[in-house]
T-cell receptor, first 113, second 114 residues
């Protein structure tokens, strides 16, 4: 099983629609989870951290299911500027430290006018 | 907003040559990282650095790679003898509290080995 697995897409979605991405991770000891977005040939940028109770930031909602080792991202009222690749990111071990983060390959989202 | 800066933005080198990629992390961050992304592939962890030493490194980070923090601000990645397969985008990142906190990435150095 891949460490972090995502549907690569592309997801072609009309402007204003709601879209959801999923991600599964293999390391049950992981404690920190993030969604990053990456525009073409640019650096990854943090979109939001994912908390156990689920969290929302404007149009974006993230959920974590530890039992199923599953993370989701929901985007409501999608905008043209949401077009990007969305990266699911998980840390390797618990307790912080300088262990590297593991990135999924990303889900490519295209918002169509 | 403070940011991670990387230089150069693009480096072209011949196979077998040494390259040094430079980064200035965010000033109050304590953890530093190098990642790479081969075109069309995922972002891959190379190495993490804390308290002036390597904390963790991946299988990619072999003897050809080294990192240094030569002064209080710079963080460098050296590739001793570049190979064609080292061609990639190299991202430096820093964080306040390690992997429990978000990473802030620089805008990358595109390395092309010919």
């Amino acid at each position: 099983r891949k460490e972090v697995e995502q549907d690569p897409g592309p997801f072609n979605v009309p402007e204003g629609a709601t879209v959801a991405f999923n991600c599964t991770y293999s390391n049950s000891a992981s404690q920190s989870f993030f969604w990053y977005r990456q525009d073409c040939r640019k650096e990854p940028k943090l979109l939001m951290s994912v908390y156990s109770s689920g969290n929302e930031d404007g149009r974006f909602t993230a959920q974590l299911n530890r039992a199923s080792q599953y993370i989701s991202l929901l985007i409501r009222d999608s905008k043209l500027s949401d077009s990007a690749t969305y990266l699911c990111v998980v840390n390797k071990i618990s307790g912080g430290g300088a262990d590297g983060l593991t990135f999924g390959k990303g889900t490519h989202l295209i918002i169509q006018p | 907003e403070p940011e991670v800066t990387q230089t150069p933005s693009h480096q072209v080198t011949q196979m077998g040559q040494e390259v040094i990629l430079r980064c200035v992390p965010i000033s109050n961050h304590l953890y530093f990282y190098w990642y790479r992304q081969i075109l069309g592939q995922k972002v891959e962890f190379l190495v993490s650095f804390y308290n002036n030493e390597i904390s963790e490194k991946s299988e990619i980070f072999d003897d050809q790679f080294s990192v240094e923090r030569p002064d209080g601000s710079n963080f460098t990645l050296k590739i001793r003898s570049t190979k064609l397969e080292d061609s990639a985008m190299y991202f430096c990142a820093s964080s306040e509290r390690g992997s429990d906190s978000p990473l802030h990435f620089g805008n990358g150095t595109r390395l092309t080995v010919t």
